[in-house]
């Protein structure tokens, strides 16, 4: 049991100092080895790897962000989710690297999902762009997003965020694997290679 619990500690602090360097797959592949040891420090993680790669994906993704199938419609699903995400992710509790910023999230998604004149614009914003329909009463409600600014969210912000001076928020694969390789140096040898041979980078 007391191995288990070291080499759990040991993922764990892999998995932090990958959050660090916001590398959230890696972070999330680390943390879900150390689960079953250490479920509460592991969940903390995994709330905020889970939300911030959505968002990276997509920051409108409400459903998603709150980990709910889209289009979810009971009000109580929907509450539960939230408040199990925002007892992991509250600044108060969890001090991990970029905790403040998932919470924000969960707590956009909240906003929108709990108004019901919210949701329902959102949700015909969803059919419309799934499966291009949406009924003519909701035509005439203003959207949350523009399709626009939905598309420009979603490519890749390589180019302005270096213009911004802001590299390590970039999630294209040059940046995070500079990123990585700069924080393998913080790395003991032996936490170096595990991390090497995870990622398939070592055979």
Known sequence: MDGNSAEAERWLSIAEKLLVARDLHGTRTFAIRARESAPILADQILAVTDTLLTAQSNPHDWYGILQLVPLTQSMEVVASQYRKLALLLNPGRNR????????????????????????????????????????QLDQQQQPIFSHSSYRKRRLCSCSRLLRRRK????????????????LLNSFSREEALEVLIEMGMVL
């Not at 999902?113 to 059919?127: F, G, M, Q, V």
């Open 167 to 182: 590299p390590n928020r970039c999630s294209c694969k040059l940046h995070r694997k500079k990123r990585r390789r700069k």
């Open 96 to 135: 991990l690297s970029f905790a403040d910023q998932a919470f924000r999230f969960v707590s956009e998604a909240w906003n929108v999902l709990s108004n019901p004149s919210k949701k329902a614009i959102y949700d015909n914003e969803l059919r419309f762009l799934q499966f291009g329909q949406v009924s």
